[in-house]
Structure formats: C-alpha cells, structure tokens
C-alpha cells in the first residue's frame, strides 16, 4: 500500500503539479493555478516549487549555485565545479539511497528552511504575499494531518510512521532519478558565466539543450507515467507547452538542431540514461577530475 500511495504522488507530481506550475495543463490560468496547488496537497509547496524550478533550475540549468537542483549539501558531487570530497569516490555506491531521501528533506527541513530565510542557496526568493503565507501552513497542516495524525486513529504509531516514511523513500526515488537522468549523464555540459560579465557564452536555447537529455523518447509507458518528463529538452525549450505534444516537437527540435550542428543528446531507454548517469557519477567521483564539457 506504501508503494501505490508513492506511486499516486508521483503520478499527480510529474502529470499534473508540474504541468500546472509551468502553466501548461491548461489554457485557463485559473485551471492552471489550481493544479498548481496539487504540490501543495502531495506536501510540497507551489510557491516555492516555482521560484526553485521554474526560476532557478529552467534558467540556469546545471550552473553550479544557481541550479539548486545540483545541490546535495557535499554529499553528492553532481557538477564538475563542486568541490570534491574524499565520500565522493564512492558516490555511484550510495547515491540511490541518497536520492530515496530527496521528499523526506523537502517536506520536513528545506522548505521551512527556504520559505523563513527567503533564500535558495544564495538566490534571495520573492517575498511571499499572505496568501501565500497561509497557504504555506495550512497545506502542510493538512498534509501531516491526513498522511500522520488521521491514520493514527486507526492504526499503531509506529506502523503508520514506518508507511510514511516508506511512502517517501519510494517518493523522493522516483523524482530524484527522473531529475537526474536529464542533467546530470555523460554528455551534459556544466557551463560557468564569465567572472567579469556574469554572462554565458552560448545562447539560451544552445544552453538549454546542451545541458538537457531526452531517454526513452520512444516509450508511450514513460511519456504517460513522466508527464513528458523523458522529453526534457523540449520541456526546457517550451515549459508553457502541455507535455502531451513533446513527442511531435523532439521531432522538429531534433531535425532543427541536426541543421545547425547543435548536440541533441537522446537516450534510447532508460537502463541506457540510467548507465551513463552512473558512468558520469564514478567519473566525478575521481579525485581532481574536471569534465567540462563532459
């Protein structure tokens, strides 16, 4: 039962809260809006979902303290401009559990973090509105009430306590691997911006691609259970775009990119981006070792 509950949240996270946030569920920003506040219902917050994720990561994606997605505070080395840690030679042994643990830290110590400091990393946040700020409590309120506080009235503590937790292991695994096959896999680039000018050297679409992987681009099992997730180079060139359509756009991306020698980087599955973001943490994980590009 742990399983299907994760598999439920997972299932509204990538098809729908996504979408929603991004505002491409719908036409209609209300509908938009609404399933934008289903991050919130799963334990997350919409609020900060879209300043960490729509700001942060779709803007500067893989740019080492910006792209808060790279960060694991040390435990892993996700970016060849991360410090090395001597733990990080053993990083393609232990980063599934790590990975597991992804919800289990948004729910109960990042977000209050992030929402109290105003902070995500050193990127100030938007000054949260009241409504917002309601919101905020009332949503987590509700989230431990019903996935805690209310089964305790029907079952032991401690069983209810070991599903919630297994809940999010399973939870936080399945985003976490998602993520991390599409940036973080041999081929991916980590560019830096000028020390002086603060800039990039490429364009912002050149950017997005270059530091993006589609896989299994031609599974209609991934494409429905991912929300279009295994097309994140079309996610990141068209976020506004319900992700139903990426399947028909990697094909005019693709061709477009062929014409103008840019890298498209596709994986054929899933085992092969799984594979090759293994392959990229061992070599990150060797002391001294620079892979930009990789």
């Known amino acids: 039962s742990a399983f299907a509950v994760a598999q439920g949240f997972v299932l509204v996270g990538f098809n729908i809260m996504h979408d929603g946030n991004h505002g491409s569920y719908s036409r209609n920003k209300t509908i938009n809006r609404i399933m934008g506040y289903t991050a919130d219902m799963i334990g997350g917050s919409s609020f900060l979902w879209k300043q960490k994720h729509n700001i942060l990561h779709h803007t500067y994606t893989n740019i080492e303290e910006l792209d808060d997605d790279l960060n694991s505070n040390g435990l892993l080395r996700l970016s060849p401009d991360q410090p090395w840690r001597p733990w990080h030679r053993f990083q393609h042994l232990y980063a599934l559990p790590v990975y597991s643990l992804l919800t289990l830290s948004w729910i109960l110590f990042s977000d209050f973090k992030k929402f109290f400091t105003g902070k995500i990393g050193s990127y100030e946040i938007s000054k949260p509105s009241a409504g917002d700020t309601v919101l905020f409590f009332l949503a987590k309120l509700f989230y431990f009430g019903y996935t805690l506080v209310l089964p305790m009235f029907f079952h032991p503590v401690l069983y209810v306590l070991i599903a919630f937790v297994c809940i999010h292991l399973v939870f936080g695994l399945t985003m976490s691997v998602v993520f991390q096959l599409a940036h973080t896999v041999e081929g991916n680039t980590f560019p830096q911006p000028d020390p002086e000018s603060r800039t990039i050297e490429q364009e912002w679409a050149i950017h997005e691609i270059e530091t993006t992987a589609n896989f ?20 990141h060139l068209f976020a506004k775009v319900c992700h139903i359509h990426y399947p028909e756009i990697s094909k005019l991306v693709e061709k477009t990119c062929r014409e103008f020698s840019v890298s498209y980087l596709s994986f054929p599955s ?13 070599r990150l994980g060797k002391k001294r070792l620079s892979l930009n590009p990789v």
Do not use: T
């Open 216 to 235: 299994a681009p031609k599974s209609r099992l991934a494409a429905w259970y991912m929300g279009g997730l295994n097309f994140q180079i079309e996610h």
């Open 270 to 282: 899933v085992h092969a981006a799984l594979a090759a973001h293994f392959r990229f943490l061992r």
